[in-house]
């Protein structure tokens, strides 16, 4: 590939790379990151005001309301805005359409927001509405991304992953809205008469009620829990870590069939995992154990790749991101015991399960994901400040636009917090899980002032002297 | 003719200004930097990236070409993006090497 630019009647040189760039604006996904960072700090406060949804079983309207404003408003408003990012970069092409990507968002924004507050106030039917306007937005998400993923050159185990994670992203969607068909009650169709298509619809959703009550509504959750969260969190976790933790840690995949094979026996394993949950079936260990086996796998090759790594300290982010990636052995240990048919239905059974969607959540997923934030924001933040100055003028580092400090601080302030929310969880102890919530909402604290800290070099762009006379960072010539 | 302000070391110079944001190091001593060709007032650098899909590569590439263009004699930059040799840590200086380590420790 080569690159020339002409000075006399030319662009600017910034101008022919914005020509030849592949990724989208910064602030595309910017904005999805900063919706996230705000449901983060907004659910944090919500279990230090409730602590007792944590304390208690969890099949209730609050800790739904909570789980969705996590999972979608924090967990998939972050990550849809770093796939926007990272896709196109990773896989070396260009986003499909930056303009849907933009409509996607604002639904995005008002879905979430309306669902979570819907279910909070248990309105069903209010939910399967705002949940069909966000199956809107993930359909352009999957359909943006799906033509962006026809375009890359090569394919990559990251992009089968990401492919696989669109696709159980899509399932989790439908089978949600299936769910919440089943506990509507919805108007006759009979009284729709002049309107053809809603008394089709109505008749169709009706139906599809009828057929979703002959599973149980408990392990119906469960089952579309694990799509979205195994299905889409953690593959794409697993898959785009192929890619970055060999660039940030200068290192390579070193087995490449032991990657795919991470992926299949997910992939396998949650396939299982979601019918044998739904079904109560008896079967559930041995689909607990496949996916288990993906995840040791995945660790195998992430320490491999880790061994090989060129970069001795990998500083903050990457260490933030693979305490996550630590926490999948109790969750997974948590899913072999949860999967076990002859476990006593008692209340500390019920805690377990708290216990296992609280570490794989705001444990596994989100660690890994404010590791990713640290590397992300940065770049989105540098770029759009001083692209245009490298090769000029000094520019600071990545490591420079915030405080270490302050960012190993919110990493232990935040495994803290979780030790002490899981052990409140364990004793149903709500006032426990509420000085474990504190100590998250420190740590979640200090993620925003480090991102403000980021996002003010976007602003106010801190531009070093004209590089005219010494060399940068130079070893003698 | 090569323009007399214009040399190679002037060249090698220019192109350490550009510096890689996530190592804090510049390309040169990242050994990125393959190869410069000048030819009259256009020059011509070959280079990669730590890998492929790199996300500093618009950035990087931009940079060098201004920091080529903001040297005396220089009218015409060209870059040349290649994966082949790909980048290895080995191809860092000594110095880069102590520079990455002293920053991130190990």
Known sequence: MAVSLHPSGAPDPATAALADRVAPSVTLPLRFMLAGLAALFLGMCGLVARPDLLAAYHYNQHIIALTHLFVLGWLGSVVMGATYQLVPVALETRLWSERLARWHFAIHLISVAGMVWMFWVWNMKQVGHFGSLFALGVGLFIWNLARTLRRAP?????????????????????????????????????GLAT??????????????????????????????????AVGFFTLLIVGVSYKLV???ALSAVQRPRRAALSLALLNAGLLGAFFSVLLRSPLKPLFALVTVGGLAVYGRELLAILRARKRAALGGAVATFLTGVALLIPV?????????????????TGQLENLYGVLGLLGFVTLAVIGMLYKIVPFLAWFGAYSRHVGLARVPAFGEMYAARLQRFGRWSYLAGLFVVSAGILAS???????????????????????????????????????SAQPANVSAP | MTSPALTETAVWNALRRVVDPELDCNI?????????????????????????????????????????????GVEDADVELVWYPPWHPAMMSDAARARIHARFGG
């Open chain 1, 332 to 348: 997974s240990a948590l899913a072999l015991v949860l999967s076990w048919p002859g476990l006593p239905l008692n209340t500390f």
């Open chain 1, 154 to 190: 090569r394919r990559t185990v990251t992009g089968i992953a990401i492919a696989a994670a669109l696709g159980w992203l899509a399932a989790a969607i439908l089978f949600g809205l299936a769910i919440a068909a089943y506990k509507c009650t919805y108007d006759s169709e009979t």
């Open chain 2, 28 to 72: 040169v001593d990242l050994g990125l930097v393959y190869g410069v060709a000048i030819d009259g007032a256009r020059v011509r650098v070959t280079m990669t990236l730590t890998t492929p899909g790199c996300p500093m590569h618009e950035s990087l590439c931009a940079g060098v070409q201004r920091a080529l263009l903001n040297l005396d």
């Open chain 1, 195 to 228: 309107a053809v298509g809603v008394r089709s619809l109505v008749s169709g959703l009706r139906n599809l009620a009828r057929y979703m009550a002959r599973f149980d509504p408990i392990a119906a959750m469960h089952a579309h829990a694990h799509l979205g």
């Open chain 1, 429 to 467: 102890n709500a006032p426990l899980v509420r000085a474990g919530a504190l100590a998250l909402v420190l740590s979640v604290g200090s993620l925003l002032i480090n991102m403000g800290q980021v996002l003010r070099h976007w602003v106010r762009p801190q531009v070093g002297a004209p590089l």
């Open chain 1, 246 to 248: 060999p660039m940030f």
